[in-house]
Structures are given as structure tokens and as C-alpha cells.
């Protein structure tokens, strides 16, 4: 659970911090190049939500390594191409699942979400029923037009047209069956009527309904992001302008009557869902009028799309910045071993000690000390995981990666040898046989080597949280030893009272507190048993969880082999220098 919440923050955090990236670098363009289609901004400012929602789901970032490479300490395993990589102990964090500030957060991260969810679909639910309560619109004249003017921008069939009173301008709603709404009050002439046709149908050949979802998305995930409304805002005016700017060019309107069009329309609330030609805001009205002067003076086609495509595969693609080949610098990340845990030794609970009731009050019972209670046994190893089967001494596999580093019978020059041939930061295998050497680059082969060795970490993640299971045993063990210790010294001070011929004497209230510490030790004695009994079990699981590390070593190796034999016979492994 623990390792799923740091996962999720992790991205939510590299995913805002490149959301502000790629808004500083579309901001720019936008104001770098005042003459930029409305169509173009649209696009840019669509990519930012495309972005956010895939850093948040992307599983593996590509690795940009900009920062300087740290010291690197390389293990050579000793056995064969068969044989168990090199392995790397690792600081297991704290076992168990605490309330941390990170699953607070989470936890009302999610709230938030689920709250807005709830309130899209009663919104969506809402609009659905205007839709429903609309009724279809019976002039033949209005429905020739429509059809005609989607016949022009390409659309395949026409969209529905259906009249409403609950709408104020014309809109357009639905997915996959889009609904033109007109308002019931017909205030609009028919140049009019057609301008305002052409802008709802501009946003169904344009699939703004569908596209739209993506910002939506973002805003919803990162609503605590400022830069997210702010662009999602300068994504619903561009869209408008858009949509405004291809109904000037298509349906040969003036700038000047279109924008007769928009002050005509208003102002009015845009609806949840829905996409309507009215502006939200008279600020938003004001920059659409602006911008129907550049709906003509916009940039080649050629040139907007080669720099839209560019800051797409700049600023969507998830990235991290690493340090410089980062597969070498990280050898602790190489393969998740089970560290050595603390072993199954039951630790004897302390009987407490029962005092001697006086027979007379004038008479000093005789006094023992009070035990000592023993400190824990040394730990023993733990019982090692069976030995692969070893292959030849003559072959050497190493597998460099970002995330994965294999290194199987190598020696020291294989090894520099290696790296010698290495070319960037990417994944890379290289394996000699005998006095032959090949080198595997390959995307698809080296990502299912990769695959390989990434489904035999799983065992290892579960020995290690065994491993911090016995831990937090330990831990519990030690404070219990602690107190037991405290309760031997309030006995030994209570004994030495009552043993003291010049202090008063009360055998009735060194009875009482002689058997409290007692009690106190005896619940103290159960605890330590059950502690005892869950050791046991943990000591089980462990031996269990090694033998299964090692059959996925084991098969991961086997499989690794396959797929090298397979790149050789089908040339796609190249021979080494």
C-alpha cells in the first residue's frame, strides 16, 4: 500500500512540474507568434491535458540522463549464464501500513475526485434531460440548411435538430449522436440562424465533444493545479475561435457580421457537457472578436503541424531526468533480494515471581531477587535459497538498464568490454560465448529481457516484506525486554523497602503492588508468546518465499537464454568487435 501511495504522488508530482513546463513553452509560441491559428493554439493547449493524464498513467517515464553520473560499484557473480545475478542488499523502509501524511493526502485527493465525479454526472444527467424534453424541429427549411452546410464541412450525416425552451443560443450536445439545441424564441435571422448552424456543426466535424474529454480529465485529476483551469480556459476560448474562424473561411462570411453574430448571442453560462456558440464572459467575448481579424493571416499548414507535432513529442511524452547512464550509476536498483532477516528464535517469557505472604506482622519475610530478564538471542542466518543449476563456465551474460542490471559468470573485462560498446542511455544486452561475443539492441527483444527479469523481482519483493514484518517483531520484542526490565526494578525497590529494619513496615501494601507488578508481567509474558508464534510463521513464509525466488531466478535465467538463442538465429543479434 505504502509503495502504491509514493507511487501515485510520485507522478502526480513529475506530472504538474511538467505540466508548467509545457504551458511556459505553449504560452511562448502563443505569444511569439501572434498570427497562429486559433486551430493551432487549440491544439497546443489540448496537448497539456494529453500530457497530464498520461504522466499519470504512463508506468515507465523515459529516462533523460542530463544530470552527472555518480560513482559506480560493479559485482561480478561467480557463477554461469545460469547461475544467480549479482545481488544487492537494500535499507528495507518500515514495515506495516501507518496513517502518513502521503495517505492522508491521497486519501483526500481521491475524496475530491469522487466528489466531482458525482457532481459531472448529475450534471450530465441534468442536460440528458433537456435533450430528452426537447422536441424536434418541424422546418423543413432550417433542416435543408443544416444538412447542406455539414454536406460542406464534410460530415457524413447531418446532425439532429431539436428545439428547446431551457436553452438560451444554440448548442450542440452528445458523442455519438450529436443534438443541435435551438432555442424555442426564434431572435435570429436566417444569416444569422446559418452563421450559428456552421459554429455548432464546426465543433462536430471538428470532434470537439470527444477531444474535449481529455482537458476535462485533467482538470479533474489535477484540480489542484492553477495552471491546469488557467489552460483549460485558454483551451475552451481557442476552441471557440476555432470553430469561429472556420465558419468566416468556409461559410465566406465578413469578420465584421460574424462578430455582429457573437454580440447578438451574448453572454450566457455555458452548460456542463454541452458546447454552445454564446461566451461565458464578456472577457472571453471581447477576445474572440479580436481574434476573428487573424482567422485569415495564420501561418502555412505545413509549418503549424510540424510545430505542433514538435512540442507533442517534447512536452507530452513522460520523462525523468536521470543521471548520466543511469543503468551504471544504479546498481542497487539492479535486482530486489529478500536482505537478511532476523531469525525464527522463540525467546522464553519471564515467570513472574510470587511473594511470600507474611505470617505475622512483626515478621520480615525472606526475600529472593528478582529475575533478570534475559536479553534476546543472537540472530542465525537465514536458510539460504536453493543453488540454480549452473550452466558453462565459458558464457557471459550482462544486461545493462535503467531499472535492471544482470551480470552473470562476467569478468572484469567482459565487463569493460561491455560497456566499451554500449551506445546511449538505452537498454543493452551483451552475452559471449566461448571466444564469441554478440551484442543485442533490439527494442522488442531487449523489453522482453527486461519483462524477464522485472516478473522475477516479485518473489524478492515478498521476502523483503517478510523481512520487515520480522522487523517490526524485533522492535516490538526489544520494548517488551524494556519493560520487564522496569517492572524487575520497581520489585527489586519495593523488596528493599519492605527488607529495610528502619522503615515502617505494611506486608498488605507490598503484597498489593508485588502481585500488580506480577499481573504486569505475566500480560507482558503472553504478548512475548504470541510474538514468539507470529516469528515462527514469518520464519516459514521466509524459507517458502526463498525457494520461490530462486525457481524465478531460475526461469527468468532460462527464459533469458531462449530469447538470446532466438536473436541469433534470427540475425537480429549482432556480433561483437
Sequence with gaps: M?????????????????????????????????????????ALWWLLGAQLVLGLAWPTPIALPLLPAPAVQTGVSTGTFDATPVQTTTIAPQP??????????????????LIQLVVAGVRAYRLSGVVRRAMPHDDVRVDTLCARRARELGLRRSPRLAVSAEVDSPQVVGLWRPTILLPREDRLDDEELDMALMHELAHVRRGDLVFGWVPVLARTLFFFHPLVHMAMREYALCREAACDALVVSRGRQAPRTYGRLLLRLGVAPHPHHALPGASPTFRTLKRRIDMLGQATDAPPRVLTLCLVAVIAAIGVTPWRVVAADGAEAMPAQAVATAPATTPVTPVTPITPTTPRTPTTPTTVPRLSPPPVP????????????????????????????????????????????ARAERQGPGDYAW???????????????VKRIREAYERARVPAEDAMRSA???????????????????????????MAKQSDP????????????????????????????DLDKRRAAIGQEHVAQSRREADADRRANDE???????????????RSR
Design 502 to 529: 528502619s522503615a515502617p513496615r505494611d506486608p498488605a501494601a507490598y503484597a498489593a503492588g508485588n502481585a500488580a507488578i506480577g499481573r504486569e508481567q505475566a500480560d507482558i509474558a503472553k504478548e512475548i508468546a
Design 560 to 574: 533469458v537464454r531462449a530469447i538470446m538463442d532466438e536473436a541469433m538465429h534470427n540475425h537480429v543479434a549482432e
Design 96 to 113: 506495516g501500513f501507518t496513517m502518513s501524511w502521503t495517505t492522508v493526502l491521497l486519501a483526500v485527493w481521491a475524496v475530491a475526485i
Design 468 to 494: 520487515e514484518k520480522q522487523a517490526e517483531i524485533d522492535r516490538r520484542q526489544a520494548m517488551l525486554n524494556g519493560q520487564l526490565a522496569q517492572l524487575s526494578a520497581k520489585q527489586a525497590e519495593l
Design 2 to 42: 505504502d509503495t502504491f501511495v509514493d507511487t501515485l504522488l510520485s507522478r502526480l508530482a513529475y506530472a504538474s512540474v511538467q505540466a508548467v513546463l509545457l504551458a511556459a513553452l505553449v504560452y511562448a509560441v502563443c505569444r511569439l507568434m501572434p498570427s497562429l491559428s486559433a486551430a493551432a493554439r487549440t
Design 431 to 445: 552475452y559471449r560465448n566461448g571466444a564469441q561475443a554478440w551484442v543485442l539492441r533490439d527494442p522488442a527483444y
Design 374 to 417: 534475559a536479553a534476546p538471542p543472537a540472530p542465525r542466518a537465514p536458510p539460504a535459497p536453493p543453488s540454480p543449476v549452473s550452466g558453462p563456465s565459458d558464457q557471459t551474460f550482462i544486461f545493462l538498464s535503467g531499472q535492471i542490471t544482470r551480470i552473470s559468470n562476467g569478468t572484469d573485462e567482459d565487463i569493460q568490454r
